[in-house]
Structure formats: structure tokens, C-alpha cells
T-cell receptor
Framework: DVKVTQSSRYLVKRTGEKVFLECVQD?????MFWYRQDPGLGLRLIYF???????EKGDIPEGYSVSREKKERFSLILESASTNQTSMYLC???????????FGPGTRLTVT | QKEVEQNSGPLSVPEGAIASLNCTYS??????FFWYRQYSGKSPELIMF????GDKEDGRFTAQLNKASQYVSLLIRDSQPSDSATYLC?????????FGAGTTVTVRA
């Protein structure tokens, strides 16, 4: 079974803090993705990576950056957290860029 | 026009009935189609995928694909209260999956 883990289930941060969300997958997948999910807005792609040290912007990259130093690990960074970044953050991995994606359990981030 | 559109919910069905979920997509070049189930507060879970026109059955779930009409559907037979969830349709695009907004299904006992 594919396993995707995320560093925290719940996180509370203050405005202006730097926030790191980490994702690890154990299936040797090339592709990894970060989404946020908000009521009424569905899943929105923030960034994705198709190889180590490679990254591509998704639909809503503003205010975020990513890092992929190892194949199994993909980190999402909020340089200066803002209240409008309060959301559920979901990481996913996939053997192909347009193949089935397997999601981690999600991190519910609250920025106060 | 949204890339992937799902029938608006919520959809309420009695236990034992068939729940029918619909999805249309705009990119005629899409090749792969997926259905995810998401329980409240949880992450999406892949339940079905379909690549060819026609029907694909897996237990109580049947996915149907019609590429000419750019339409994919999911049928849940003998619906159970445990099927109460939001179902997301996902379709391949240029470099990513495009997800629909989801249809929430409630199965009444």
C-alpha cells in the first residue's frame, strides 16, 4: 500500500511566522503535489514536483514555496503566514504526473 | 467554464438504493479518470479509476465513461450509511489532475 505521511495533523501559528509542512512518501514516486482545500473552493494545486530539486507552480503559488531535496520528501513553506492561509493542506504523490494520486492525511493549519 | 464539473449536491438516498454521481469535463484530450471518496475531516481516498469507454465495476461501485460526450459517472449500488461522504471526480490534464468540486452524498438509514 502507498503511504503518504504529513508532519502534523493540526497546527496553530501566528501571523508572520515561518511555517514548514513536510510530506513523506514511501513508494518511490517521482511526482509529489501540495494542495489546499477550502469549503466551497475545492482542491487547489499550490506546487508540484516531478523530480528531486524540480518544482513547478500550480494554480495558487503566491505566498508559498517548496523544497524537494530527496525523492521521498516534499516540503511546503509559508515564508510569512497570514490569516488567509488558514486551510487544510494536503500532500499527494503519484507514479506519473497525470496518474492516480495518493493523499496524505492532511494538515489543518490555523493562522491567528 | 470549469475544467471538471460535478452535479451539485447534496444527494440524499435511502439505504439500499443506487446513488448516481455525474461528472463532465472540458478537455477532450483527457485520458484517465478517477473517483475519490472523502469523509468529513479526512483526506481523499482513491476508489475507482477508468481509462476506456464503457463500464468498470468494483464491488458495489461502477464507473462509466463516455469520451465522446466527455462524461464520467459513478454508481453506488446498495448504498450504505458508510457511503455518506463527498465524492470527487478527477480528470487528467496537461500536467496534473483537475478535480471537480465534489458531490456530497448522504445515505439515510
Amino acid at each position: 500500500d502507498v503511504k503518504v505521511t504529513q508532519s502534523s495533523r493540526y497546527l496553530v501559528k501566528r501571523t508572520g511566522e515561518k511555517v514548514f509542512l513536510e510530506c513523506v512518501q514511501d513508494m518511490d514516486h517521482e511526482n509529489m503535489f501540495w494542495y489546499r482545500q477550502d469549503p466551497g473552493l475545492g482542491l487547489r494545486l499550490i506546487y508540484f514536483s516531478y523530480d528531486v530539486k524540480m518544482k513547478e507552480k500550480g494554480d495558487i503559488p503566491e505566498g508559498y514555496s517548496v523544497s524537494r531535496e530527496k525523492k521521498e520528501r516534499f516540503s511546503l513553506i509559508l515564508e510569512s503566514a497570514s490569516t488567509n492561509q488558514t486551510s487544510m493542506y494536503l500532500c499527494a504523490s503519484s507514479p506519473q504526473a497525470t496518474g492516480e494520486q495518493y493523499f496524505g492525511p492532511g494538515t489543518r493549519l490555523t493562522v491567528t | 467554464q470549469k475544467e471538471v464539473e460535478q452535479n451539485s449536491g447534496p444527494l440524499s438516498v435511502p439505504e439500499g438504493a443506487i446513488a448516481s454521481l455525474n461528472c463532465t469535463y472540458s478537455d477532450r484530450g483527457s485520458q484517465s479518470f478517477f473517483w475519490y471518496r472523502q469523509y468529513s475531516g479526512k483526506s481523499p481516498e482513491l476508489i475507482m479509476f477508468i481509462y476506456s469507454n464503457g463500464d468498470k465495476e468494483d464491488g458495489r461501485f461502477t464507473a462509466q465513461l463516455n469520451k465522446a460526450s466527455q462524461y464520467v459517472s459513478l454508481l453506488i449500488r446498495d448504498s450504505q450509511p458508510s457511503d455518506s461522504a463527498t465524492y470527487l471526480c478527477a480528470v487528467t490534464g496537461d500536467y496534473k489532475l483537475s478535480f471537480g468540486a465534489g458531490t456530497t452524498v448522504t445515505v439515510r438509514a
